[in-house]
């Protein structure tokens, strides 16, 4: 399971099998511990607030970027949400809304640390080097497109209706 980290420490402290590695976001780079598993589950992903990245595209290029600002409340303006689309596993496409920076290297920045972050995080088990004998499921908690194509999407609504799509052989 990769996960925040404080959801990792929460579940640190309940009685999980032993079996069952826990990692968090921003912290698997490299790492080998899920080479064997049977199963990744991702829940949520890392994504820094519009400010984070604006910050950074104007630190790489010294030009200042369009902000997206305060809302009436004084809030920080969240990403607007751009059509997107997920490939599916069949070849059709999924159409969904996601987020993106309207600055291109501000939305550089977020795809890099949000998406890039999720691909670091499901080459973990290295699906890659996997033959018939040694099978990956791999389950996704997430808002964020993966670039890759997919088997099933199942929105929050429909697995609160589905619990059981949640239990895990372990």
């Known amino acids: 399971v990769i996960c925040q980290k404080r959801v990792r420490e929460w579940l640190q402290r309940l009685k999980i099998p032993a079996a069952c590695i826990l990692m968090h976001h921003n912290a698997v780079s490299g790492l080998d511990r899920g080479r064997h598993v049977r199963q990744l589950i991702v829940v949520g992903r890392t994504l820094p607030p519009p400010s984070a990245?604006?910050?950074?595209?104007?630190?790489?290029?010294?030009?200042?970027?369009?902000?997206?600002g305060l809302d009436e409340n004084g809030r920080e303006r969240w990403y607007p949400k751009v059509d997107g689309r997920q490939?599916?596993?069949?070849?059709?496409?999924?159409?969904t809304q996601v987020d993106q920076h309207p600055d291109v290297i501000a939305e550089a920045?977020?795809?890099?640390?949000?998406?890039?972050?999720?691909?670091?995080?499901?080459?973990?088990?290295?699906?890659?080097?996997?033959?018939?004998?040694?099978?990956?499921?791999?389950?996704?908690?997430?808002?964020t497109c993966p670039d890759m194509p997919v088997d099933e999407i199942i929105s929050m609504a429909a697995l609160a209706a589905r619990p059981s799509d949640l239990m895990l052989s372990l």
């Open 53 to 68: 990245v604006e910050d950074l595209a104007e630190a790489l290029t010294g030009a200042a970027v369009e902000r997206l």
């Open 87 to 95: 490939e599916m596993t069949g070849g059709l496409l999924h159409l």
């Open 109 to 143: 920045f977020r795809a890099s640390i949000n998406e890039g972050g999720l691909m670091q995080d499901i080459g973990r088990p290295r699906a890659v080097e996997r033959t018939e004998a040694s099978p990956l499921n791999i389950m996704l908690m997430t808002d």
